[in-house]
């Protein structure tokens, strides 16, 4: 039997990735396109047919996987995405089904990276878990009993937007106190800047614009001991765990797994998370010793793996068991 | 063919409720036992054999279900239940089976009310929904795709111990600031009392002890315009109300029901409740109409139809389905 190929395709709002995977998770080949040149997504797609069929043949594919924003996995539509330049109600898998004469299914990104880290990372063995994506904003995939949670309207899984405080933090969502006004990339930023604001020491982050600031700079800081940095995640891993303790109390998850910028802030973050955690959490589950861990997939490979993950899972029947 | 029937235990702390179910949810006959009076569930069981049999034969019988506190619906066990005379681990699915000469499946009463609620009541029709069931503690049952929540350890959906604020009340778990420590007969109370140590309006609720007050009777104190009762309803239904937008983006659900005394309150916590929900919700869902609604069963009915439920759902096979 000749191996058999996934094509993955994340959909980013500056850069959507595509990529051939196998079912191991090698990425055979991959490209990228710029999302916001396409003002509609057939025009979107037809390229995307012309990009993949430069980088390998696609006979040995057996299905397309999509992550998206605003992604309806009942209906295969994408739904008034804010970051995309495709308004209203996009018919997303049923032109990718046409174009590429090949079955495609589509969900949004989190749901994806939660379906990637049981095919290919470390959930391989486990049927109960939460992934997290801290990026530009917190999505997150939850998974019970080996599938992902869909939801009667197919939008379960926005814990990115579960309330902190009440009168907190505005959210581009449109409400107050949102998780994700708290943590992610944008979420830490804020806090740095709080930070600046309501304290005196000096820190080298003071010379830096908000729109300059980025993770990775608030973790070098934190690596050199500056104080408002180090605070920072403190307070950022304190919100995070606070709110984990609300999350395992509902679904029972064997672990968390934190994907994107934030999570390569390592101890920084995933200390601080971990023991609020366990702070806030029910007695009854602290002997269950439930873990936040780093996804184990790298994350430049998470989007593609991700999506290709839904063609295994969905598509691939008994070829995808092998 | 014989119609056949399911038995239904529900274990408190106080009485437990057994009786004889059909598949639409009439109860043939019932009865009930002091808890207490058992100091080891062998002898608990041989009992309920006996009661049970006198009530109506067991013949036509399928099987057994019981919902019991701090159960494990995996393996069939109650586990250190704070409120039972049985310490440790009881094997009670086990001892039922060989007593009896039944199938039994045993799960915590919140799960219990779930699939009672899915077999007999409001949800016959939905797949994703939540229940909640609020007496002296708060307890919940969510379903997903049809199945009720088990999670990996078998302790999925303790809503009751999410958390509202850190520095909160104290909690029979351990912890401070639990939901159910706000949103239950318990928790009203607590509120009431708070309220008449902060204020210094007049109350009927005033010539009341704390163990002497009821939900029932800040119920009828707020229908006669006390405001102290009125006051304690809008803050539980405030409480309830920004929680319940948590519980919507995690798992999307179609309907939240309640059962227990609170319930029975009506308007008073209806709507607070569904008015926080929606201001606190990400607005993503507002045009989905998630509805707050009471149980579609009765409250005296509901603990013997959720464990008989249990039958219908796990052990009926083809005959559940008729």
């Known amino acids: 039997m000749t191996s058999k190929l996934a094509i993955g395709i994340d959909i980013g709002g500056t850069n959507s990735k595509f990529g051939i995977a196998d079912r191991k998770g090698n990425i055979i080949a991959q490209s990228r396109i710029k999302t916001q040149q396409y003002s509609d997504y057939f025009s979107f797609i037809a390229t995307l047919k012309k990009e993949i069929e430069q980088l390998h043949p696609i006979d040995d594919v057996i299905g397309i996987g999509v992550g998206a924003p605003n992604a309806n996995y009942y209906k295969g539509t994408i739904v008034n995405p804010p970051n995309l330049p495709w308004k209203g109600v996009s018919r ?165 797994f934190l994907l994107g910028g934030l999570s390569k802030a390592g101890d920084h973050i995933f200390t601080p998370a971990q023991e609020n955690m366990e702070k806030y959490l029910m007695p009854l589950f602290l002997d269950k010793k439930i873990q936040l861990q780093p996804s184990g997939l790298k994350d430049d490979d998470a989007p593609i793996l991700g999506a290709s993950s839904l063609v295994w899972k969905y598509l691939a029947g008994s070829a995808g068991e092998s």
């Open 92 to 256: 997303f898998a049923e032109e990718v089904e046409k174009v590429f004469g090949l079955k495609c299914v589509l969900t949004n990104d989190a749901n994806a990276a939660a379906l990637g880290e049981m095919v290919y990372g470390k959930a391989k063995n486990m049927k109960d878990f939460v992934v997290l994506t801290v990026g530009t904003g917190l999505g997150s995939g939850i998974v019970i009993n080996g599938d992902v949670v869909y939801g009667k309207h197919g939008f379960a899984g926005e814990l990115g937007h579960t309330l902190v405080s009440a009168n907190g933090r505005h959210c581009a969502c449109g409400k107050r106190g949102c998780l994700e006004t708290y943590v992610s990339a944008t979420g830490i930023r804020r806090t740095v800047y709080k930070l600046l604001a309501d304290y005196t020491d000096p820190s080298m982050l003071r010379s830096i614009s908000f729109d300059d600031l980025s993770t990775r700079t608030i973790t070098e800081a934190a690596a050199k001991g500056d104080k408002i940095a180090i605070e920072a995640f403190k307070y950022t891993g304190r919100v995070l765990g606070m709110k984990l303790s609300d999350f395992v109390v509902h679904t029972d998850p064997e672990a968390i």
